[in-house]
């Protein structure tokens, strides 16, 4: 089977930096992607990575280690509207398997 | 941009009715899916098709049927909706062989009562 496994809730402070983890099982990996969602609204794709190491993009990176069968997304500069739900998801044998979502919360 | 269309954004429905959730894309995506999302539980795979006339079953299809007559058109049916089958309604589509990047609708509200 599959499993992800990433925190329910993280709450940070405005122009801090967050790191949200993501473990996961699967048979058959080729990737890990993040997508990003505001109440309300639909997912939005944030980044993927294939290969160990770090993508950065913007504000936004995301590191995969798939050795350990891990991978986190960092925002930087965090600002209120990054407020919002972010799903790690493993591109896998059965198409795209997402986690239940971390619902960031930026305060001021 | 890649523009995905859901053709409603709440619907209300009563058990035993047969529904229809449309969805159409305007980016010529080989990959069209849907999921639900429902509180703590994230988007979970119902169906997919990689092709007109083509579906997969996903994750939780039991049911649910799809259709895919045109290849910017993915069509999930609710044969005899039921309670439980009240969700928020998601589609999205993708490149063929980009799987990973997948642009969502905006999704379909449905209450089934």
């Known amino acids: 089977g599959q499993s992800l496994e990433q925190p329910s809730e993280v709450t940070a402070v405005e122009g801090a930096i967050v790191q949200i983890n993501c473990t996961y099982q699967t048979s058959g990996f080729y990737g890990l992607s993040w997508y990003q969602q505001h109440d309300g609204g639909a997912p939005t794709f944030l980044s993927y990575?294939?290969?160990?190491g770090l993508e950065e993009t913007g504000r936004f990176s995301s590191f995969l280690s798939r050795s350990d069968s891990y991978g986190y997304l960092l925002l930087q500069e965090l600002q209120m509207k990054d407020s919002a739900s972010y799903f790690c998801?493993?591109?896998?044998?059965?198409?795209?398997?997402f986690g239940t979502g971390t619902r960031l919360t930026v305060i001021p | 941009d890649v523009k995905v269309t859901q053709s409603s954004r709440y619907l209300v429905k009563r058990t035993g009715e047969k529904v229809f959730l449309e969805c159409v894309q305007d980016?010529?995506?080989?990959?069209m899916f849907w999921y639900r999302q429902d509180p703590g539980l994230g988007l979970r795979l119902i169906y997919f098709s990689y092709d007109v006339k083509m579906k997969e079953k996903g994750d939780i299809p039991e049911g649910y049927s799809v259709s895919r007559e045109k290849k910017e058109r993915f069509s999930l049916i609710l044969e005899s909706a039921s309670t439980n089958q009240t969700s928020m309604y998601l589609c999205?589509?993708?490149?063929?062989?980009?799987?990973?990047?997948?642009?969502f609708g905006p999704g379909t509200r449905l209450t089934v009562t």
């Open positions: 990575n294939a290969l160990d």
């Open positions: 999205a589509s993708s490149s063929s062989g980009a799987d990973y990047e997948q642009y």
């Open positions: 998801a493993v591109n896998g044998a059965n198409n795209l398997f």
């Open positions: 980016m010529d995506h080989e990959n």
